[in-house]
């Protein structure tokens, strides 16, 4: 089984940056895909990016896109979250997720395709 950990958020600047990592252990880690969600208050969680275990192929949701990008190392057992561009509209609770899925290209975009979550991690943007 894998187990999903994130990196502290922060305290960012709007335009700013800042990288989310996530840290898994277990021994499936190479097979699981892996996404991001974030959820803001009194909002639902809502897709953010996610990559399949192969690593050739990722999607983002349109709100992040050229902005926000991810990466895996699956040598650390680690998928990253680089935030770029920052808005104030980003602030949120961002979650890693992971899921086995038999299709090693294929790239899970809904909630409840992830069997594996971490604990969050606040991410706050200020104007």
């Keep these: 089984q894998v187990q999903l950990v994130e990196s502290v958020g922060g ?3 709007a335009g700013g ?3 989310l990592s996530c840290a898994a252990s277990g021994l499936t880690f190479s097979r699981y895909a892996l996404g991001w969600f974030r959820q803001a208050p009194g909002k639902e969680r809502e897709f953010v ?3 399949s275990w ?5 999607s983002y949701a349109d709100s992040v896109k050229g902005r ?3 990466f895996r190392d699956n040598a650390k057992s680690t998928v990253y979250l680089q935030m770029n561009s920052l808005k104030p ?4 609770v961002y979650y890693c997720a992971g899921g086995y ?3 090693s290209e294929y790239v899970p975009g809904g909630l409840n ?4 979550w971490g604990q969050g991690t606040q991410v706050t943007v200020s104007s």
Excluded: C
Excluded at 113 to 116: A, I, N, S, T
């Design 17 to 19: 940056s800042l990288r």
């Design 113 to 116: 395709e992830y069997d594996r």
């Design 89 to 92: 509209e980003d602030t949120a």
């Design 49 to 51: 990016s996610a990559i």
């Design 68 to 70: 926000i990008s991810m």
């Design 11 to 13: 305290l960012v600047q």
């Design 101 to 103: 899925f038999r299709n």
């Design 54 to 58: 192969s690593g050739g192929r990722s």
